[in-house]
């Protein structure tokens, strides 16, 4: 069976830049053979946090936290793209991530982070490991950090820059090694 992995994406900003490498991702993995999800919380719009998921009688919780909780559930693994506002992690990413829990739980995640300078987001990316952690998906040791992200691809997600391609390689072999190890040890069992 595919491996199923889903890429989450946390910025409504009208002018945001980090659906560009959001699209990279979706594309390389897609060139694996990976079956591809995107959460994006400008098509799957959720309130601030009130009720998490699991709060909800599934029958009466909101339709996109439904759709959102399904799609996590159906998943291997979890590529997060974080932007960087004031050193840390974008508020509609946040507030998405927290409101599911189980959904992450036993299975591996991994970290690209952007920004508009040089520092490329990895103070945020930081932070995010952190929360990932306490999510139940912990993150991979690599990180995939790009730097002025608003010149590094086009608006299809193509990279501009040899280099993103060369690094995206190793970054992806090392996430689908935990991703398969990970999957096969859950059909075995989990512990709690
Ligand atoms: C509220 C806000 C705070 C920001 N803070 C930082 C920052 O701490 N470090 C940084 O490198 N860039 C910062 N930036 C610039 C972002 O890196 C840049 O706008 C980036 O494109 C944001 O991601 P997005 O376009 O996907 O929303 C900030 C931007 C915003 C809107």
């Given at each position: 069976m595919k491996l199923k992995i889903t890429v989450i994406y946390g910025s409504v900003r009208s002018d945001r830049q980090g659906i560009?490498?959001?699209?990279?991702?979706?594309?390389?993995?897609?060139?694996?053979?990976?079956?591809?999800?995107?959460i994006d919380p400008l098509i799957f719009p959720l309130p601030f946090l009130d009720k998490m998921f699991k709060e909800y009688n599934p029958e009466n919780a909101p339709e996109n936290m439904k759709k959102i909780s399904d799609i996590l559930?159906?998943?291997?693994?979890?590529?997060?793209?974080?932007?960087?506002?004031n050193h840390s992690i974008p508020p509609a990413l946040k507030n998405l991530l927290d409101h599911f829990?189980?959904?992450?739980?036993?299975?591996?995640?991994?970290?690209?982070?952007y920004s508009a300078g040089n520092y490329a987001g990895v103070r945020s990316a930081v932070h995010l490991r952190a929360v990932l952690a306490e999510l139940?998906?912990?993150?991979?040791?690599?990180?995939?950090?790009?730097?002025?992200?608003?010149?590094?691809?086009d608006d299809?997600?193509?990279?501009?820059?040899?280099?993103?391609?060369?690094?995206?390689?190793?970054?992806?072999?090392?996430?689908?090694w935990y991703t398969e190890a990970l999957k096969k040890a859950r059909e075995t069992g989990v512990p709690y």
């Open positions: 560009k490498p959001s699209k990279f991702f979706i594309n390389k993995l897609r060139e694996r053979e990976v079956e591809v999800h995107f559930t159906d998943s291997d693994g979890f590529l997060i793209v974080t932007g960087e506002y829990q189980r959904e992450y739980f036993f299975k591996p995640s991994a970290i690209v982070s139940g998906t912990p993150s991979i040791s690599s990180m995939f950090p790009i730097a002025q992200v608003q010149n590094a691809f299809d997600g193509n990279a501009l820059n040899d280099f993103y391609e060369k690094r995206s390689k190793r970054f992806l072999d090392e996430f689908i």
